[in-house]
């Protein structure tokens, strides 16, 4: 209905939220502005294990496609790769509760970090787990909204842009503002959702992903904390996408285009997620373990969706890569 605007899933999807006990910030009568639904929907500091990225074998599977090794995560392998001997100034946009920043910061390459986020909470959380980890020598938080904030000319040697260009609006503005600010042999690394805008999922997308479902046994299928048992997924809704959090996947169908606007790739491997990450949303506290059939039913699914991907009949919707400036 009017190019997806609206559809009957959205009810679905909100009744199951308030089943999952989210707290409904967002939807109030007065439709508040665009900043303050964002701000509302990043205030958590903690993600419940029923999200794809949650699946230890799927992080093991990331570092294996990237660095062909399940023991080596992508942070040491830039590291290794392309700063061994040099200390690097380091930008971090739309960092979030600080994880993957301090988890750049042991890789001992970097001398300094500025990470940065729009929630307040985010940032206080993760500047107490720099102290915490002894690192906050190292990396410093703060808040700051990555659409308005001046980034600077020829200031980093790395920009670290980790599931956050997706939340960008405005993206060609500020993937050329990160141009700008790197110098002349740095490097920005990127590592994100690239596929449908709005999360708009192609027919073929759900078929496979709906197929798969139907395979996988009942007791796989039951969703975090609500228990109901996750039977289809759907295409949500442009307008509830809007309205819950206008930042998500805002352009992240033109994310190449503009990296390949200002940089010049040294490295780009897909990473999937085409299948995968619609598939264990909301389930995948399922596949935690290492288990016999866990792991079974797992490898079926990476290899459907390694076999869409291979043949072209699906694209990989997240991507890992290392760009030089143009």
């Known amino acids: 209905m009017f190019r997806n605007l609206i559809n009957i899933s959205d009810i679905l999807r909100l ?10 910030h ?20 903690q993600n419940p294990p029923k999200h794809w990225t949650s ?16 023991s080596c995560d992508i942070r040491n392998y830039v590291a290794k790769k392309y700063y ?9 946009v739309a960092c979030g509760a600080g994880g ?11 001398h300094r970090l500025d990470a940065f986020d729009i929630s307040e909470e985010r940032i206080r959380f993760a500047a107490e787990e720099a102290a915490e980890s002894g690192l ?61 805008s709005r999360f708009q999922w192609t ?7 709906n197929g798969l479902l139907r395979i996988l046994p009942k ?28 930042s998500e996947a805002a352009g992240s169908d033109k994310i190449m285009d503009a990296l390949f606007e200002y940089f010049e790739p040294l490295e780009v491997k897909p990473l999937g997620g085409t299948v995968l990450q619609l598939l264990f949303a909301d389930i995948a506290h399922h596949f935690l373990s290492d288990n016999g059939e866990t792991q079974k039913l797992l490898d079926m699914c990476f290899a459907v969706e390694d076999v869409l991907i291979d043949s072209g009949e699906l694209p990989s919707d997240f991507v890992f890569g290392v760009f030089k400036k143009r």
């Open 15 to 24: 009744v199951e939220k308030i089943r999952q006990g989210e707290i409904l």
């Open 26 to 45: 967002r939807f109030v009568p007065s439709l508040p502005t665009s900043k303050y639904r964002i701000k509302e929907s990043w205030r958590h500091t």
């Open 55 to 70: 699946i230890p074998a799927v992080k093991r599977r990331w570092n294996r496609l990237v660095t062909g090794d399940p």
């Open 84 to 92: 061994t001997g040099r200390k690097a100034e380091a930008l971090s």
């Open 100 to 110: 993957v920043e301090l988890e750049w910061a042991k890789t001992e390459v970097i």
């Open 136 to 196: 906050d020598h190292i990396v410093r938080f703060f808040v700051a909204d990555a659409e308005n904030y001046t980034y600077g000319a020829d200031k980093y040697d790395l920009i670290i842009a980790e599931s956050a260009l997706h939340h960008m609006r405005d993206l060609r503005r500020i993937i050329g503002q990160l141009a700008a600010s790197l110098r002349p042999d740095g490097l920005m690394v990127v590592n994100d959702f690239v596929g449908p």
């Open 203 to 209: 027919d073929r997308q759900l078929e496979v992903v």
């Open 219 to 246: 007791r796989y299928r039951t969703r975090w904390k609500s228990g109901s048992i996750k039977n289809k997924f759907y295409r949500p809704g442009r307008l509830s996408m809007w309205l819950s959090d206008p």
